[in-house]
């Protein structure tokens, strides 16, 4: 039985306050709990010439799934607490979750700030194998992130999740911790000093997230907990309500749900997240006028079954 990764913010703190004193940058190994078969540790180099290499865990599959769902992570930004989540993906799916630059095992060792710089940096993420669509999620503070990533890449994103977006404006509990972090950056440890840095600048940055969700060509889901005291969901549903888009944003509250999505039961997650790809519709039905479908095309399932 996978060993339960720490939650709640002071088992996250002490679990990165141990991984410094230990010199490690996984903060709950994979390789304690899944075969490489299932879930696997990947490396790659970063986009826009930067020249670092980036970590992630992803789900190996010898056939290209019809989706691959990226996952850009919050500060600190750990892809092992996904790790249960992609374990429990089907088989007709993918899934790659990011350690972004400046944590975790990813490249460089220092601060990186500028949200811009880190999408450029993610690019290669998109990168689909044949017939496969992207469906990109963005959670917490990588939600900014990913909806830069889906702009600057309008033919490699077929979806955009902005899951417990962070959006400038913190929560009791978010702001007691920056507030606290703020005050100890010289002893914290480097992922959570970068946290901090990141979630106190990031409200300067809003103008480009607005003008990168305008263009966004592809869906866009705002998914939030209304349990959510580190990013609130009033913040959330107004973006999805104001930002003038290609088309409307698709908000969904998740009652009960807290910040943190992935930290819990994965069926729950997993169901939002499928609810996010557009169902397989019928090719020639797709394309063809009313008038030239054939009778049994023209059917829903639902007709289909009780005309049989």
């Not at 078969?37 to 992630?56: M, N, Q, Y």
């Not at 750990?78 to 799916?93: F, G, I, M, T, V």
């Not at 880190?118 to 990109?136: F, N, S, T």
Request: aromatic share 8%; charged share 20%; hydrophobic share 45%.
């Amino acid at each position: 039985m996978p060993r339960k990764r720490p939650k709640g913010v002071l088992s996250m703190g002490w679990a990165c306050i141990e991984c410094a004193a230990t010199g490690r940058t996984e903060h709950a190994p994979t390789s304690d709990d899944y075969p490489d078969t299932v879930v696997r540790r990947i490396r790659f180099e970063a986009g826009g010439g930067l020249g670092w290499k980036i970590s992630a865990i992803a789900t190996p599959r010898a056939q290209p799934a019809p989706w691959k769902i990226v996952v850009v992570t919050g500060a600190p930004s750990w892809a092992e607490y996904w790790a249960p989540a992609l374990a429990a993906l089907p088989q007709d799916r993918e899934m790659v979750v990011v350690d972004r630059p400046g944590y975790a095992g990813s490249e460089p060792v220092e601060y990186v700030g500028d949200i811009e710089v880190q999408a450029r940096a993610l690019a290669p993420l998109l990168e689909a194998r044949g017939g496969q669509k992207v469906l990109l999620v963005g959670q917490s503070y990588g939600a900014a992130i990913a909806a830069i990533m889906a702009e600057q890449n309008p033919r490699a994103v077929a979806g955009l999740v902005l899951l417990s977006g962070y959006f400038g404006q913190s929560g009791p509990t978010a702001r007691w911790l920056v507030g606290l972090g703020s005050r100890c950056l010289p002893i914290i440890p480097r992922d959570l000093r970068h946290a901090v840095l990141e979630v106190s600048g990031q409200p300067g940055q809003l103008g480009r997230l607005h003008r990168a969700l305008a263009r966004v060509r592809a869906p866009v889901h705002v998914v939030h907990g209304d349990r959510d005291d580190f990013a609130p969901i009033e913040i959330a549903e107004a973006l999805a309500a104001s930002v003038p888009t290609r088309r409307p944003i698709r908000f969904q509250r998740v009652a009960g749900a807290n910040h943190f999505l992935n930290d819990g039961p994965v069926e729950p997650l997993l169901a939002v997240l499928e609810a996010c790809i557009p169902a397989r519709r019928p090719w020639l039905a797709w394309r063809l006028p009313q008038w030239l479908r054939p009778a049994w095309l023209r059917l829903g399932p639902w007709e289909t079954h009780a005309r049989a």
